[in-house]
Structure formats: C-alpha cells, structure tokens
C-alpha cells in the first residue's frame, strides 16, 4: 500500500531525511519512533505528497507519488502536527468545507460529519467557532477531518498529542478498529507504550532507518537476560544451586521470590528450570522478562548517539 524508496530530503542546508526506504502493507500499522528532529513528520508528509523528495521514489496503492499526487491525496488521510483547521468558522463549517474536496455526495458528507463529531464528543458544539476550542478539541477535530472521507490510508502525526486519558484511549481503541477494516496506518509517536499496543512493526529512525522490526523480534534480538521465578517455598536456599548453572551470572532471593541475570537465555533458562525440577523445588512461575519497547528504543538509540 505505502512503498518508499531512498527517500532523501534537504532543506537548504538540513538534511532532514537520508535515504529511507520502507514498506507498509495493506492494513498494517507501522510506527515511527525516533527523537525530536529525526525526520518523522517530514518523512509523512513526503509519503502524504505534501511535500516533494529531494530524491527517491513513492508509491501509494501503486500511484507514483510525482505524477499523481493530486489522486494520492484524495485516497489518504492525514493528521499532521500543525493542522491548520480556519479557526473563525465552525467545526462544522471546517469539516463541511474540508469534505468538500473529496467528492462525496451531500448525504454521506452530513453522515460522516455526524459520525465523527460524535465519536469525539464534537457534536454539541459543532456550531462554535473552532478559535474558540481547547488544544484538545482542537486535536480531535483534526483527527475527524482526517477520517472524514473514510480513507484505506492513514498518516497519523502523534493523534494522542494533547489529548486527556480518556479520549486518547478512545483515539488508540479506534486506531485498532480501523485494522478490521484493512486501513493501512503509518503512526508517528513518542509514546512507546501507545507504539508497543497499536503498531505491527517499528522503525526507529534518526534521518535513516537505524532499526525496523516487529516488537515481538525487537524483544527476541534484545534477549531477556532476567528472569523471575516464585518457589512454594523460601527462595535462597536454590541460590547457590542455581550460581553453577552455566550461563547464570547472579541472583537474588528475596522471601519465595528469585531474580536471576543470565548470558544466553534461550540456553540458560531451560537449564534452570532441570536444575530445580531435579532438586525438588516447588515452582509456582518462570518468567523470561522481555524487555519493554521504551528499554529497546532507549538501547538502540543510545548505542547510535555513541556510534
Ligand atoms: P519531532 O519529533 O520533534 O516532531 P521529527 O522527527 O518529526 O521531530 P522533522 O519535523 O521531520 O522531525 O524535522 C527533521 C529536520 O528537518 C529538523 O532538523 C527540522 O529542523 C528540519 N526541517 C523540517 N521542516 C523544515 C522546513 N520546512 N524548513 C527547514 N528545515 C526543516
């Protein structure tokens, strides 16, 4: 559905985006994760046909991104940081006039306006002026003019920014929704709990791609190098049992719990539980503890910054 390849983008003398290629599927979602700076938002609007690449190629639903950028933005739909909504009309006005580009017949345009005000609790106050709305309120406008021609593809620029608990949940749980309808999502984010729950894969990117991978493969190629383990019983007394299992570098036992740092799990830990089984240890539970992606992310980008 989205096909990028080197992507390159030079303002003057910023080198914003180098040579980025990436793919997305028919109703995947990917995130971009990277820090301040590091080229999401230009990377979007590149893909969005906003702007155009120094150098590099698109290609959106198989439209080339130069020659028919004016049908790639009728498909897509884009949540950028700065929206631009005209703040001395409605929000009604605003989604009237913005839906009015996309060629949908008078009846739909009223339906879809109804359904998104709605869904972001909008609707009450359609008739003020949008100069007159929260940051938030702001922020769930946008995200419904995005929505509002019911586009198969989604660029979505932080849509949880701003946002309170409540109505960013309610933001996340469509986002997922949206997967049952096959919709393609690039999401860029800096919220990695909100990466981990809503993306099928990442890319964590700093100009370039510096690493693209499902989570689950980000969490197997990080390798977990702790495990916890609960006994039935007082954990210290395997200790120093557990200390000569090769690939076991500490412990600590604290009441009927264990913590246990090892090189190599997908060897040691197997081992560990031999170990306590032949022993006669009462287990309760082993638990391999992956890494989180905001561990990850902090790693990998940690690692480019001294690189
Ligand atoms: P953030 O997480 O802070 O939103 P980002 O990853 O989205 O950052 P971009 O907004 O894509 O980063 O910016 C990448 C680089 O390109 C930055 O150095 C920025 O200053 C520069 N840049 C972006 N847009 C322009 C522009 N219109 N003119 C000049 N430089 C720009």
Redesign the pocket.
């Known amino acids: 559905m989205i096909e990028a390849w080197n992507l390159t983008k030079k ?2 003398h ?1 080198l ?1 985006v180098d040579n980025l290629s990436l793919t997305v599927g028919q109703g995947q979602i990917l995130g971009l994760l ?10 979007i609007r590149m893909l969005a046909t906003l702007i155009s690449p120094t150098s590099g190629r698109i290609a959106i639903n198989g439209l080339d991104g130069k020659k028919e950028s004016s049908q790639i933005r009728a498909m897509i739909g884009l949540l950028t ?1 700065a929206p631009g909504m005209y703040e001395k009309i409605s929000a009604y006005a605003n989604l009237s006039y913005f839906s009015s580009f996309y060629g949908l017949k008078e009846q739909k345009k009223e339906k879809n306006i109804e359904k998104f005000l709605k869904m972001f609790g909008l609707w009450d106050r359609r008739q003020e002026l949008v100069g007159t709305y929260s940051k938030g309120m702001k922020q769930k406008l946008a995200l419904a003019r995005a929505l509002i021609h019911e586009p198969k593809i989604l660029f979505l620029d932080e849509p949880t920014s701003g946002l309170d608990p409540e109505s960013a949940r309610m933001v996340r749980d469509f986002i997922v929704s949206l997967k049952e309808e096959k919709t393609t999502v690039i999401l ?1 984010t ?1 919220n990695l709990h909100e990466a981990s729950s809503l993306c099928d894969r990442v890319c964590i990117i700093k100009k370039q791609i510096i690493k693209e991978a499902a989570l689950h493969q980000l969490q197997s190629t990080q390798q977990a190098t702790e495990a916890e383990i609960i006994f039935a019983h007082h954990a210290q007394k395997y200790a120093s049992l557990l200390k000569k299992v090769p690939g076991v570098q500490q412990t600590d036992a604290k009441g009927n719990r264990m913590r246990i740092s090892v090189k190599n799990p997908e060897k040691t830990n197997p081992l560990v539980v031999k170990k306590l089984v032949e022993h006669e240890a009462r287990l309760i539970y082993f638990h391999e503890m992956k890494q989180s992606l905001e561990e990850i992310y902090l790693k990998i980008i940690g690692k480019d910054n001294h690189a």
């Not at 990277?34 to 990377?43: F, I, M």
């Open positions: 303002f003057d910023v914003a990277g820090p301040n700076g590091a080229g999401k938002t230009t990377t940081e860029c800096h």
